[in-house]
């Protein structure tokens, strides 16, 4: 009976080993942030305070799995996953891309301990694979810029494309979401400028 009990726990033990061994390794992705040292300083600067809120989103991006859509139905991959999930990455790169663009007094995390005149909070509503007729990467977010003093929202940029995948699989996926995103922050970034331009007073201006 020893004999037989003591060959099924090592049966056992050999098969964990052999499905801990089978099992495939994770792959991790981040998007492209951008780099602050290549910027050139603005002529003017927007005599304001900017504040980020955390990007909103459904579970699904809230979490690190890449998310991908066939018709009406959605999934995640199972061992294709973010560094980070998606709506902080966007947040990063946001600030960062505001950051670089040198029009600000600053730009901050709303959860930091900075005090800002303006508020930007923003949802995400598609980041994904969509496969039809031809493989796409679909990047929607909608952005708004609310002013603290009064609290009302003074401005909103809403962003919605479909980037084509060069290929089928997941890098060329994860390829067409980083241009997809990178497009939409930057056309942000050049309407809120834009606002700001038209709206608030310059230093440049104050000091004329």
Same mark, same amino acid.
Not at 42 to 51: R, V
Not at 56 to 73: I, N, P
Not at 171 to 186: E, K, M, T
């Given at each position: ?9 090592? =049966?056992?033990?050999?098969? =964990? ?12 992705? #981040?998007?492209?942030? &951008? ?6 300083p ?6 304001? *305070?900017?504040?980020i809120? &955390?990007? *909103? ?10 998310? +991908?859509?066939?018709?009406? /139905? ?9 560094? /980070? ?5 966007? /947040? ?11 029009? +600000? $007094?600053? !730009? +901050? ?10 508020? %930007? ?6 980041f994904?694979? !969509?496969?039809?007729s ?11 810029? $609310?002013?603290?003093? *009064?609290?009302? *929202?003074?401005?909103?940029h ?5 980037? &084509? ?5 997941? &890098?060329? !996926?994860?390829?067409?979401?980083? $241009?997809?995103?990178?497009?939409? %922050?930057? #056309?942000?970034? !050049? ?11 310059? /230093?440049?201006?104050v000091?004329?």
């Open positions: 009976m020893r004999s037989i009990a003591a060959g099924l726990a090592i =049966a056992m033990m050999a098969g =964990a080993l052999c499905s801990c061994g089978a099992a495939r390794p994770s792959k991790y992705y #981040e998007l492209t942030i &951008p780099n602050l040292a290549n910027s050139a603005a002529a003017q600067l927007h005599t304001i *305070t900017l504040l809120a &955390p990007i *909103t989103a459904s579970h699904l991006y809230r979490g690190d799995r890449v998310v +991908y859509s066939t018709g009406s /139905e959605m999934g995640t991959y199972e061992y294709q996953r973010w560094a /980070e999930p998606p709506t902080e990455m966007i /947040e990063a790169m946001l600030i960062r891309e505001l950051r670089a663009s040198g029009r +600000y $007094r600053g !730009v +901050y995390a709303q959860t930091s301990s900075a005090r800002g005149d303006y508020l %930007i909070r923003g949802h995400l509503y598609d994904k694979e !969509v496969s039809g031809t493989l796409l990467a679909r990047v929607t977010v909608e952005l708004e810029l $609310r002013e603290l003093r *009064t609290g009302a *929202t003074v401005w909103t809403f962003y919605t494309h479909d980037e &084509p995948v060069a290929h089928k699989d997941v &890098p060329a !996926v994860i390829s067409a979401l980083d $241009r997809n995103v990178q497009q939409g %922050i930057n #056309e942000f970034v !050049v309407g809120l400028d834009q606002y700001f331009g038209a709206h608030i007073t310059t /230093e440049a201006q000091s004329q």
